[in-house]
């Protein structure tokens, strides 16, 4: 079937949870409450590192209207993590950053709740701290004193403050230094990055009758959630019910733990239903943002610009628990290499510590951090060597059947493509239109996560299809583009397949809403359902019809044989007299492609699968006084390989770029002596409406192998190269590169100033 | 307690609550009457995923205590269509893909509304209408399909209103 075929797939339909959202009908995990519902608060550490010598709540307990105090004394001492299983629910007898958690409270409103927390008094004596990823390294202080004895994956390689080290290397690359035309050495550092999802973590829970305890909240990963709260609560997974109503917002934020365990922990205690929801200021002090990162980059090329060896160190600072660290910062490595010829590479990952705030996964982990360093080096060589920067790129990209770092093997590639279209859409050939103005351009290459997904889908006896997924679908459109499969497969109309929401007790398997994987794998789960109805609703239609199976297809909502016909809604019902009904289990995985293991060492994803190709140019004028950047024209072409609804790939596209521009210009939470200073959606500057420019998408299709139609991940992407793209545009409008993101106008202004003097 | 009775006007229905003075009109609309349309987040006026109209003018409802509102006349994004009569604004909201996780959409619609009736008849530029929705953020679109929305619901609004 090609895409010009198709009724439902490929068409720019309205997402089926539309209506919901516009009239404010639909739900979300903050709008859910219960009968007799208390109200949780956590009290957080004000000191950055510091034994916790007595916390005394006995007054808080005291005011009327308390109904429970919890602290690490109180529940199960069990470390959970993702990597390192080094995370606490509270501070145990240390705290480890300011915002750490150390109590929580119950209470029949939030401002008895609060009152209650302003009671509980803790008594800390202060540890020496550390801030900074580099010092940590070196420094005879340790966060984890007891590293050692934590459970970790087998993959991982720790050592003292180090969470996670990881390594790609490829050929000698000291030789190649050796011998190469020129070497650049640069440093690039980039800030801390809120998710910015406008909806707080919020969870409540509730324990029923039979000891099974059920969690409403906003998470993007029900059954990893379910998992950890097990582990936290001391259970069986089968009694922890998470389900999701409505999530507002996740971009990674939401993968881990937030608040469920604060409330499942509470109402266990009280007997009672609890609700717990971030406050913004808990959001930009204790959730999981973007890691801090420091990245150095040594380059060889040859007199015609091609990348001969590159030698790298990223330094990801986790924060006082490893979090998505590790893992974040070894995806860094396939970032570096981009999507060029390996040359020789010797590039190295370390995950810190540091006595600031954990971190997450932020969409597209590492990548515009990487991005920024590899791609921003990239131009400053090219000007070095007198090439075009688009010119030097193109010199170097994979090309179809080119080894990637990890040894595997780039299909489906459209690099060039994705470069040349975005250059002439920002009309490359005219760089520096007038002075201050310049344009700059970025190019990356991004996985599509893995992971498994079941569905499964039954046929009503109206003919409509109903789809259970534990995928959640959290506003990119995925759950509408996996339904606008299974309505193509099934003859049906988009508005004919329902989508149930999430629960993880009647709902199968997921690997959940991230790595832009929900419509890839939900896609294809969908079009393996669709497969097994055709077969029932055919063997059930042979009997019906006295016609031969071979001889049947769906077309409009029936089962077609010669000119005999059946409405799927008929043997629905037939079905339902006779057999159960019509329904079916679908399940897809993406296996890893195969790689060389040798390249890769202590990496927890060593190698990409149908990774998507895509390049970002930029027009911009920088105020030649105060160094304020104003955004003409930004254009992205990105390889999608199949658009299953163009309008949800443009929305991810549009958005994607606008938090890539928030990172390259003006967002970070601002450390000082490790207290945030900005803890605020004043001072904490996210892209309003009066920011972003119109974001111009050319969707590139070229098809891959295992998505569904052949589609490839779109949802991260967007994000990973604004700030190279920017950067590269920065100098070349004002001959300087500021290499620390963001690219504050202070700092614009500062980096000219010096430029002239 | 020191509770107080409020006489408040949702969506052309008129409500007597049971207010305590510290509570805002963000509490009383989702808590006591459950409008739960208007959303919560920041509570200090800096997102606006919380706007409502109040007589008829979008404000913050997260920083407005309930007590001042007392007679005045709110409408929620409950009040200005159904899932069977969109407002004009709804509708272009779905049709040009602007929603996405959707929990600023009631916020951002209602600032919308609030332009678009201080101006009737009006179509406005792009420019001004990204002026006009600027105090409320939106992480998930880039804002340009926001943009679009506002854009042909204001054409289709202005066209109705130069038919009749």
Redesign the interface.
């Known amino acids: 079937m090609s895409a010009h075929t198709h009724r439902v797939a490929g068409h720019r339909l309205p997402r089926r949870d539309g209506v919901g959202k516009v009239t404010g009908k639909h739900v979300y995990a903050a709008d859910f409450k219960l009968p007799g519902m208390l109200y949780g608060r956590v009290l957080r550490s004000t000191r950055a590192h510091a034994l916790i010598k007595k916390i005394d709540a006995s007054r808080a307990a005291a005011i009327a209207g308390v109904r429970g105090i919890i602290t690490s004394a109180d529940i199960p001492q069990i470390r959970y993590g993702t990597a390192v299983r080094d995370t606490t629910v509270f501070a145990t007898d240390r705290a480890l950053f300011i915002g750490h958690a150390i109590a929580a409270v119950a209470a029949t409103s939030l401002e008895i709740a609060e009152r209650a927390l302003a009671a509980i008094e803790v008594e800390y004596e202060d540890l020496p701290p550390l801030f900074d990823p580099e010092e940590a390294l070196k420094s005879d202080i340790r966060i984890h004193p007891d590293w050692e004895t934590y459970k970790a994956l087998p993959i991982i390689s720790r050592n003292r403050n180090i969470a996670g080290q990881a390594r790609i290397r490829v050929g000698d690359a000291e030789a190649a230094f050796a011998k190469a035309h020129k070497v650049y050495e640069h440093r690039f550092s980039t800030a801390l990055q809120h998710p910015g999802y406008t909806e707080p973590r919020v969870a409540t829970a509730d324990w029923d009758a039979n000891g099974i305890v059920t969690v409403w909240c906003n998470t993007q990963l029900p059954f990893d959630t379910q998992t950890t709260l097990a582990e936290i609560l001391d259970l069986p997974a089968a009694r922890v019910r998470v389900t999701v109503p409505g999530i507002g917002g996740g971009f990674g934020g939401k993968l881990r733990i937030g608040v469920e365990h604060f409330a499942a922990l509470l109402a266990r205690k009280t007997a009672r239903p609890v609700k717990v929801m971030s406050t913004s200021e808990e959001e930009l002090t204790a959730a999981l943002p973007r890691q801090a990162s420091i990245v150095l980059l040594k380059t060889a090329v040859d007199k015609e610009g091609h990348l001969l060896a590159r030698s790298g160190r990223i330094i990801v600072d986790c924060g006082a628990y490893a979090g998505s660290g590790p893992g974040t910062a070894a995806i860094a490595l396939q970032v570096m290499a981009g999507p060029y010829k390996p040359g020789a590479l010797a590039f190295e990952s370390v995950a810190v510590y540091t006595n600031k705030v954990h971190s997450g996964s932020f969409r597209a982990p590492a990548g515009p951090m990487a991005n920024f360093a590899m791609e921003c080096q990239i131009d400053m060589i090219a000007k070095d060597l007198g090439l075009d920067p688009l010119e030097m790129r193109l010199r170097n990209v994979v090309k179809e059947g080119d080894p990637g770092p990890s040894g595997e093997i780039h299909r489906s590639v459209s690099i060039e493509e994705c470069l040349r279209k975005a250059a002439d859409a920002i009309g490359w050939h005219d760089r520096n239109p007038e002075p201050g103005r310049g344009k700059g351009i970025a190019c990356s290459w991004w996985m599509t996560t893995g992971g498994s997904s079941g569905v499964y889908v039954k046929i009503n006896p109206d003919g409509s299809a109903t789809l259970v997924s534990g995928a959640v679908e959290i506003g990119t459109g995925a759950i509408t583009g996996a339904a606008q499969i299974l309505a193509e497969e099934l003859s049906l109309d988009l508005t004919d397949v329902n989508v149930t929401g999430v629960d993880t007790q009647a709902a199968p398997f997921d690997y959940g809403a991230q790595g832009s994987r929900t419509t890839f794998s939900v896609g294809n789960a969908c079009l393996a359902a669709a497969a097994e109805l055709r077969r029932q609703m055919f063997e059930l239609a042979a009997e019906q019809l006295e016609a031969p199976i071979e001889d049947m297809k769906l077309q409009d909502k029936h089962v077609v044989a010669g000119n005999k016909s059946i409405s799927i809604a008929e043997l629905a019902r037939i079905s339902r007299l006779a057999g159960g009904g019509l329904i079916a289990h679908g399940t897809a995985i993406s296996p890893a492609p195969a790689y060389d293991p040798t390249r890769v060492q202590n990496h927890p994803l060593p190698v990409w699968n149908t990774p998507s190709y895509h390049a970002h140019a930029v027009d911009l004028s920088v105020d030649q006084a105060t160094g304020k950047v104003t955004i003409n024209r930004y254009v992205v072409a990105q390889d999608v390989g199949y658009a299953i609804n163009p309008t949800y790939i443009e929305g991810q596209i549009e958005g994607g770029v606008a938090q890539g521009i928030g990172q390259a210009l003006s967002e970070e939470i601002v450390y000082q002596d490790g207290r945030v200073m900005n803890a605020n959606l004043t001072d904490y500057k996210m892209p309003t409406a009066m920011d972003v420019p119109e974001i111009e998408s050319i969707i590139v299709e070229c098809r891959s192998a295992a998505g569904p139609y052949g589609a490839k991940g779109v949802g991260e992407p967007p994000c990973i190269e604004p700030p190279a793209a920017i950067g590269n545009a920065i100098a070349a409008a004002t001959g300087c590169w500021p290499n620390s993101l963001p690219m504050t106008a202070e700092k614009i202004a500062a980096a000219m100033q010096v430029q002239h003097s | 307690m020191n509770r107080k009775i409020l006489n408040i006007v949702v969506n052309g229905e008129s409500h007597q609550v049971l207010i305590e003075p510290?509570w805002t009109l963000l509490q009383v609309l989702?808590n006591e009457i459950g409008?739960?349309?208007?959303?919560?987040?920041?509570?200090?006026a800096?997102?606006g995923?919380c706007t409502v109209l109040l007589d008829g003018k979008a404000i913050n409802s997260c920083i407005l205590l309930a007590g001042q509102v007392e007679g005045c006349s709110i409408t929620?994004?409950?009040g200005i269509?159904?899932?069977e009569h969109?407002h004009p604004?709804?509708e272009a909201?779905?049709?040009c893909?602007a929603?996405?996780?959707?929990?600023?959409?009631?916020g951002m619609?209602l600032t919308a509304k609030s332009f678009l009736d201080e101006n009737p008849g009006c179509r406005p530029s792009?420019d001004e209408?990204?002026?006009a929705?600027?105090?409320?953020?939106?992480?998930?679109?880039?804002?340009?399909?926001?943009?679009d929305a506002v854009a042909t619901a204001a054409d289709r609004i202005a066209l109705s209103g130069a038919k009749q």
């Open positions: 510290h989702r409008m739960m349309g208007t959303k919560e987040n920041c509570l200090e800096e997102c995923v929620t994004i409950e269509g159904d899932p969109l604004l709804q909201f779905i049709e893909g929603v996405q996780c959707g929990y600023c959409i009631p619609i792009r209408i990204r002026e929705i600027a105090g409320t953020l939106c992480r998930c679109t880039g804002y340009r399909k926001i943009i």
